[in-house]
């Protein structure tokens, strides 16, 4: 089940114009986590942007504080836990790199517009 923060973030995601936005159904097979959220920025100044105002928003409408965030030292791909979803701002070349969503290909997935 899609947590309603995902929409907040998504809605952050749109105005900070992540690409290639999808959100992937885990919760059957992952337990920890419903969904992951998974956006890229073409560089590490919009990698920032993505994740601060995915955190603000959430923060604006009295949301989870993540319980862990990883990546925002270097913004390559930033990781933002916030238990029943997870975010992943890549770098787009580290997307390439990693093709996390080809690991998780098997999953419902939702592209984002």
């Known amino acids: 089940m899609k947590s309603p923060w995902v929409d ?3 809605k952050a995601i749109n105005e900070k114009k992540g690409l290639d936005t999808l959100i992937i159904d885990v919760g059957d097979v ?3 986590s419903d969904s992951f959220v998974i956006t890229s920025g073409t560089n ?7 994740s601060e105002e995915i955190e603000s928003q959430i923060s604006d409408m009295s949301g989870p504080k993540p319980i862990q965030v990883e990546g925002n030292k270097d913004y390559q791909w ?3 836990d916030y238990g029943e979803f997870v975010v992943h701002v890549f770098h787009s070349n580290q997307r390439e790199h990693y093709e996390l969503e080809k690991l998780w290909g098997d ?5 984002v517009q």
């Open 30 to 32: 992952l337990g920890i």
């Open 44 to 50: 590490s100044r919009q990698v920032r942007a993505l």
């Open 78 to 80: 930033v990781l933002m």
């Open 8 to 10: 907040i973030a998504i």
């Open 107 to 111: 999953m419902p997935t939702e592209r």
